[in-house]
Structures are given as C-alpha cells and as structure tokens.
C-alpha cells in the first residue's frame, strides 16, 4: 500500500514503454503478482484449510474459472492503464497524435511480445518433449505430414511477421536473431541429446522444423526484391505509417 502511494507521486511525469510507468507498474507487475498470490490463495484454502473432500478434477474446475475470471479482469485493467496514459499524455499536450502513439504499441511493441513471447514457449514445450516423449502410436506417414506441417507453419510465420513488419524500431532484426538463437539452440540440443527421428518427439521436430523453415527464408529472402515486393501487395496500408519520432 505504502509502494503504491509512493509510486503514485510519479503519475504522469515518466513513462515505460510508452505507457505512464505508474499505469505500466499497475497493469504488468503488480496485477501479474496479484494473480500469482490470489491462486496460490486459493488452492491453500481448498487445499489445507477448508478441507473439502474435492478431486483433481474438481480443484482444476474452480481453478480454471478463477483464472479466466481474473483474465478477464486483467484484461480491462491493461485497457484501463492504457487509455489513463493517453489521458495523461493528453492533458500535458492537447495537440499530440494518440493514434501515432497506439500505432507504436500496436504495431512494435504488441507484435514484438506476441511473436517472441510465442517462439519461447514452443521452444519450451518442444525440450520439454525431449524429456517426456509422447507414446502415441502414429504411422510414420502421418509422422513425416506432422514435419511437413512443421516447415509449412514455418513459412506461414515467416510471412507472418514479414507482414508486421512497421519498418521501424530494428524489428525484423530482433525477430531474426531471437528465431536464430532459437534455432541455435533446437541444432545444439539435437546434437548431444540426439532425440530419434521418431513420432515419439514429434513436438521437437515439428517445432525444429518450423524454426529451421522460418531462419532460412529469413537469410534467403533478405534480398530478394521479388520477394519483397510480393509481401508488400499484401500489407496493411497503415502499416506504412512511420513512427520515426516515438521510437527515437
């Protein structure tokens, strides 16, 4: 309560990331920590404290609705921190461009952490899969359509974030170098893990193959004027929009 009061002190004169870091500190820290603390809350109840005689299904129920009524929530408060830094924004300087100022978060910033944000957690659960393989019984056809859609969800993505490009702020160089060291690291683990070719780490290869798919179209295609010039067709005509001076 203390931290909060004096966090306050700092409304609407520094901000992070483009939001207020006062409505920053609110929406991503302390709702995030708030979230933490209110589940482990209330699995202690059901848990230690109240003793209800409940089954795993039934704990995972009234978890499942807690969480996606506090997501809920989590949601408009990150709308609420949103439009207070346009506010604020607004009273200092009547004549700023809050659709530039969107545009920046909507185009950099939300893509940037969606995208990354993505790539760590199939990354994730493809090591996991090293560890914990699948025994499923699955035709090897079906095993090589499952790796075949490895490398198409790779050019899809590609083209993807190729798409969302804003031209701005070293995007497509931070999107290349995470995919890179991803990439990296899905060849370092097959070379001394050695998982085998086999449906049993179909997450792995289903997701090596999309990175490996995605890093090469990357270095091919940097070039390729034709290739450019094809995606262009495709884009969005405001993503065109500069935003040279939020991002200096």
């Known amino acids: 309560m203390?931290?909060?009061?004096?966090?306050?002190?700092?409304?609407?004169?520094?901000?992070?990331?483009?939001?207020?870091?006062?409505?920053?500190?609110?929406?991503?820290?302390?709702?995030?920590?708030?979230f933490v603390w209110a589940k482990s809350f209330l699995f202690f109840l059901l848990t230690s404290e109240l003793r209800l005689p409940l089954s795993t299904r039934q704990l995972f129920l009234i978890d499942s609705l807690?969480?996606?009524?506090?997501?809920?929530?989590?949601?408009?408060?990150?709308i609420h921190s949103l439009t207070k830094s346009f506010n604020l924004k607004k009273s200092r300087d009547p004549l700023i461009d809050l659709f530039e100022h969107s545009e920046y978060?909507?185009?950099?910033?939300?893509?940037?952490?969606?995208?990354?944000?993505?790539?760590?957690?199939?990354?994730?659960?493809?090591?996991?899969?090293?560890?914990f393989p699948i025994d499923v019984p699955v035709a090897?056809?079906?095993?090589?359509?499952?790796n075949l859609a490895g490398v198409l969800a790779g050019a899809g993505a590609y083209a993807g974030v190729m798409l969302s490009d804003p031209e701005q702020?070293?995007?497509?160089?931070?999107?290349?170098?995470?995919?890179?060291?991803?990439?990296?690291?899905?060849?370092?683990?097959?070379f001394v893990l050695r998982p085998s070719f086999s449906a049993e780490y179909g997450l792995f290869w289903f997701s090596?193959?999309?990175?490996?798919?995605?890093?090469?179209?990357a270095l091919f295609t940097e070039r390729s004027g034709r290739t450019q010039s094809l995606l262009d067709k495709f884009k969005h005509r405001r993503w065109e929009?500069?935003?040279?001076?939020?991002l200096e």
């Open 2 to 34: 203390v931290g909060a009061l004096v966090l306050y002190r700092h409304n609407g004169k520094r901000e992070l990331l483009s939001f207020d870091v006062v409505q920053f500190f609110y929406a991503f820290i302390i709702s995030p920590l708030l």
């Open 66 to 78: 807690f969480s996606v009524g506090f997501l809920y929530i989590f949601a408009f408060a990150v």
């Open 105 to 131: 978060l909507h185009l950099w910033l939300s893509h940037l952490v969606i995208y990354i944000g993505g790539m760590v957690v199939i990354t994730f659960l493809a090591l996991t899969n090293i560890f």
């Open 140 to 146: 090897k056809p079906v095993f090589y359509g499952i």
């Open 169 to 190: 702020g070293h995007f497509m160089l931070i999107m290349k170098t995470v995919a890179g060291l991803l990439s990296t690291v899905f060849i370092a683990v097959y």
């Open 208 to 217: 090596m193959m999309t990175f490996l798919t995605g890093s090469v179209l």
């Open 241 to 246: 929009f500069k935003l040279t001076t939020l």
